[in-house]
């Protein structure tokens, strides 16, 4: 994912709240969806945080994602790549505890007031709240933003206001906003995130166009210098005014966060053993199967560590572009899954250190599994005519070979889905359609990385009658052939939080299928989905909405419109021994820009080389 679309989905996927938990409203200090908060009105910080952990020191990290490059500080827009950590630079009215699925707590906002009916949400704004020039955050400045981000702003970001009527100042520290429709679960939380610009910046800088002039927020840290593609350098703001607020309390530590950006993986790795970068993520599991074997690893001086992840592992695989005629055939799709060898790849490639993803909420009990409940049936059978009869059974799962390499059965089933897909061999022992066009399917991607797992994946493709290539662009081109849909096959991967709602639309809904920008990379354009999609919003208790994501996990299993990849359930990481961490890791997060801190006392034992 890119820099700039983890960004757009970090704030497009913590989106969600439940009318029902607001059926006495009242000013709270936080909204969650079921109405459940772990955090009482007089929290001194969160549990996962050294409420006394030391300011100081830096931490040079890596600009990681599909364009490996920026050139734009504006990460709200679709123009453009954006640099990464730009959401430092940015309050919210409200803040996640990333301990709870879905909480979230006053930051700008001290107070929220959410109607008993979920039709509106009145938050209370802090009158210390100040933007980094010292001007205060005002409700003006909230609406502002709201309309800017709506009417302006990147697809991830607007469509899920789309019921969201208006925000009104009613002084200048009060802001209401106002809903429509039936699906207002989520509406109250997706406000509460939102960034909060300065309208007095905007009126004199466009807020549509690209831009690398820095942007004014009220945010922990600033920019301190840049160099477009190549680093971007935070420093903590001394004066920043919610430095000592509960829900900061013990996070920021950082006096620097620095992204240098490299356009290799390996070129990375050598980075970090030099000692040129401090910390990085690991995705290649060759990389940190063998790639790690250094004297400083060995003794110590450089740690490599496995944090864990207990949010859904999400989806990533290759992303079939169902916009094409060619894929339009879901006999054709499901023959490209049976044509990838994943144990093939996990004993060969990946050291074994990888599970086959099935479901599009992998690592979670939204996973769909065994035959449908009575309760998901009761959601599958008004669209009984319009499914395929899978749906009804177990839950489609990839095919699973032995690992040798000899997945011929599996071939010969693909070819055979093809050719009754209306794919005819020709001469050239190339499979072609009624008009003689042959089957070409192109894989593209930015990293060379993805060669050794792709290049096998082709030429199986190549020997059933399919005329598959692997092209591998600048990562920039990428950027802009994802973003316009310009492409066969593309990898990606994407994850839902733990309380799924509006910002499913922008990953399956059928309006983001036409929308540029969108996350929607299959074009999955189905009105049972949509209606499935309403069901998990609508969604009145954990139960009925694990029941939704079931039902909705079987139709897009069903539908093949990806070859899913692998996960893991855990961060692999690898840092000098130079910061300190709390002894409670948050649990939905990895948490280490957040609440780790540069410990001095080992910074100078690991200078001293002892």
Same mark, same amino acid.
């Given at each position: 994912?890119?820099?700039?679309?983890?960004?757009?989905?970090?704030?497009?996927?913590?989106?969600?709240?439940?009318?029902?938990?607001?059926?006495?409203?009242?000013?709270?200090?936080?909204?969650?969806?079921?109405?459940?908060?772990?955090?009482?009105?007089?929290?001194?910080?969160?549990?996962?945080?050294?409420?006394?952990?030391?300011?100081?020191?830096?931490?040079?990290?890596?600009?990681?994602?599909?364009?490996?490059?920026?050139?734009?500080?504006?990460?709200?827009?679709?123009?453009?790549?954006?640099?990464?950590?730009?959401?430092?630079?940015?309050?919210?009215?409200?803040?996640?505890?990333?301990?709870?699925?879905?909480?979230?707590?006053?930051?700008?906002?001290?107070?929220?007031?959410?109607?008993?009916?979920?039709?509106?949400?009145?938050?209370?704004?802090?009158?210390?709240?100040?933007?980094?020039?010292?001007?205060?955050?005002?409700?003006?400045?909230?609406?502002?933003?709201?309309?800017?981000?709506?009417?302006?702003?990147?697809?991830?970001?607007?469509?899920?206001?789309?019921?969201?009527?208006?925000?009104?100042?009613?002084?200048?520290?009060?802001?209401?906003?106002?809903?429509?429709?039936?699906?207002?679960?989520?509406?109250?939380?997706?406000?509460?995130?939102?960034?909060?610009?300065?309208?007095?910046?905007?009126?004199?800088?466009?807020?549509?166009?690209?831009?690398?002039?820095?942007?004014?927020?009220?945010?922990?840290?600033?920019?301190?210098?840049?160099?477009?593609?190549?680093?971007?350098?935070?420093?903590?703001?001394?004066?920043?005014?919610?430095?000592?607020?509960?829900?900061?309390?013990?996070?920021?530590?950082?006096?620097?966060?620095?992204?240098?950006?490299?356009?290799?993986?390996?070129?990375?790795?050598?980075?970090?053993?030099?000692?040129?970068?401090?910390?990085?993520?690991?995705?290649?599991?060759?990389?940190?199967?063998?790639?790690?074997?250094?004297?400083?690893?060995?003794?110590?001086?450089?740690?490599?560590?496995?944090?864990?992840?207990?949010?859904?592992?999400?989806?990533?695989?290759?992303?079939?572009?169902?916009?094409?005629?060619?894929?339009?055939?879901?006999?054709?799709?499901?023959?490209?899954?049976?044509?990838?060898?994943?144990?093939?790849?996990?004993?060969?490639?990946?050291?074994?250190?990888?599970?086959?993803?099935?479901?599009?909420?992998?690592?979670?009990?939204?996973?769909?599994?065994?035959?449908?409940?009575?309760?998901?049936?009761?959601?599958?059978?008004?669209?009984?005519?319009? !499914?395929?009869? #899978?749906?009804?059974? $177990?839950?489609? +799962?990839? &095919?699973? %070979? /032995?690992?040798?390499?000899?997945?011929?059965? @599996?071939?010969?089933?693909?070819?055979?889905?093809?050719?009754?897909?209306?794919?005819?061999?020709?001469?050239?022992?190339?499979?072609?359609?009624?008009?003689?066009?042959?089957?070409?399917?192109?894989? !593209?991607?930015? #990293?060379?990385?993805? $060669?050794?797992? +792709?290049? &096998?994946? %082709? /030429?199986?493709?190549?020997?059933?009658?399919? @005329?598959?290539?692997?092209?591998?662009?600048?990562?920039?081109?990428?950027?802009?052939?994802?973003?316009?849909?310009?492409?066969?096959?593309?990898?990606?991967?994407?994850?839902?939080?733990?309380?799924?709602?509006?910002?499913?639309?922008?990953?399956?809904?059928?309006?983001?299928?036409? %929308?540029?920008?969108?996350?929607?990379?299959?074009?999955?354009?189905?009105?049972?989905?949509?209606?499935?999609?309403?069901?998990?919003?609508?969604?009145?208790?954990?139960?009925?909405?694990?029941?939704?994501?079931?039902?909705?996990?079987?139709?897009?299993?069903?539908?093949?419109?990806?070859?899913?990849?692998?996960?893991?359930?855990?961060?692999?990481?690898?840092?000098?021994?130079?910061?300190?961490?709390?002894?409670?890791?948050?649990?939905?997060?990895?948490?280490?820009?957040?609440?780790?801190?540069?410990?001095?006392?080992?910074?100078?034992?690991?200078?001293?080389?002892?």
């Amino acid at each position: 994912m890119t820099p700039r679309l983890f960004l757009l989905a970090a704030v497009a996927a913590l989106l969600s709240c439940v009318a029902t938990a607001y059926a006495v409203a009242e000013p709270r200090h936080g909204l969650s969806v079921f109405g459940e908060l772990k955090y009482p009105a007089d929290f001194q910080h969160f549990d996962y945080v050294n409420p006394d952990a030391p300011k100081g020191g830096r931490m040079i990290t890596l600009g990681t994602g599909g364009a490996n490059t920026f050139d734009n500080l504006n990460g709200f827009i679709l123009k453009g790549d954006a640099a990464q950590g730009l959401d430092l630079l940015f309050d919210s009215l409200m803040v996640r505890a990333q301990d709870e699925p879905d909480a979230v707590y006053g930051l700008i906002a001290k107070s929220a007031d959410v109607a008993a009916d979920g039709m509106s949400v009145t938050f209370k704004l802090r009158p210390e709240a100040k933007f980094a020039d010292g001007t205060p955050v005002t409700a003006d400045d909230v609406v502002f933003s709201f309309k800017t981000l709506k009417e302006k702003g990147h697809p991830a970001i607007a469509q899920p206001l789309h019921d969201v009527v208006s925000a009104e100042a009613l002084d200048p520290q009060t802001v209401r906003y106002t809903f429509k429709g039936t699906l207002t679960r989520d509406l109250p939380i997706a406000v509460a995130q939102l960034p909060v610009l300065s309208k007095a910046y905007y009126s004199k800088q466009p807020f549509e166009e690209t831009s690398l002039k820095p942007p004014l927020g009220s945010g922990p840290y600033r920019i301190k210098d840049f160099k477009p593609g190549t680093y971007i350098t935070y420093t903590r703001r001394n004066d920043y005014w919610a430095k000592d607020l509960p829900v900061n309390r013990g996070r920021y530590n950082f006096d620097e966060i620095r992204y240098d950006y490299f356009r290799d993986r390996n070129i990375e790795l050598e980075a970090l053993k030099s000692g040129q970068v401090d910390f990085r993520e690991e995705f290649s599991s060759v990389n940190w199967a063998t790639g790690y074997d250094i004297p400083a690893v060995k003794d110590g001086r450089l740690i490599k560590a496995l944090l864990p992840d207990n949010r859904p592992s999400g989806a990533q695989g290759f992303f079939i572009n169902t916009r094409l005629d060619k894929f339009k055939d879901p006999r054709v799709r499901l023959a490209l899954d049976l044509v990838f060898d994943f144990e093939w790849s996990n004993k060969k490639l990946f050291y074994g250190l990888y599970k086959r993803t099935t479901s599009y909420f992998e690592n979670s009990d939204m996973k769909a599994t065994g035959l449908p409940t009575p309760e998901e049936l009761a959601l599958l059978n008004p669209y009984k005519d319009k !499914l395929p009869s #899978e749906v009804f059974g $177990e839950p489609y +799962t990839p &095919p699973v %070979t /032995d690992g040798s390499g000899n997945n011929r059965d @599996n071939l010969k089933k693909a070819r055979d889905l093809l050719i009754a897909a209306g794919w005819k061999p020709g001469a050239d022992h190339v499979l072609h359609n009624a008009k003689g066009e042959p089957l070409t399917i192109e894989f !593209l991607n930015f #990293e060379s990385a993805f $060669e050794r797992i +792709t290049v &096998p994946y %082709t /030429d199986n493709l190549r020997r059933i009658g399919v @005329n598959a290539s692997w092209r591998l662009v600048d990562p920039s081109q990428y950027e802009q052939r994802v973003k316009s849909f310009d492409f066969d096959v593309t990898t990606q991967r994407y994850a839902l939080r733990l309380t799924p709602g509006v910002e499913m639309r922008s990953y399956w809904g059928s309006d983001a299928a036409k %929308t540029n920008g969108s996350f929607n990379l299959a074009g999955i354009a189905d009105p049972v989905v949509d209606a499935l999609i309403d069901k998990v919003i609508a969604a009145k208790s954990r139960t009925e909405l694990t029941t939704a994501t079931h039902a909705i996990d079987r139709v897009l299993r069903a539908g093949h419109y990806w070859v899913p990849h692998w996960y893991k359930a855990s961060y692999s990481v690898a840092y000098w021994n130079k910061y300190s961490h709390p002894k409670v890791q948050p649990k939905y997060d990895e948490g280490v820009l957040d609440t780790w801190w540069f410990d001095p006392k080992k910074a100078a034992a690991l200078s001293s080389g002892k």
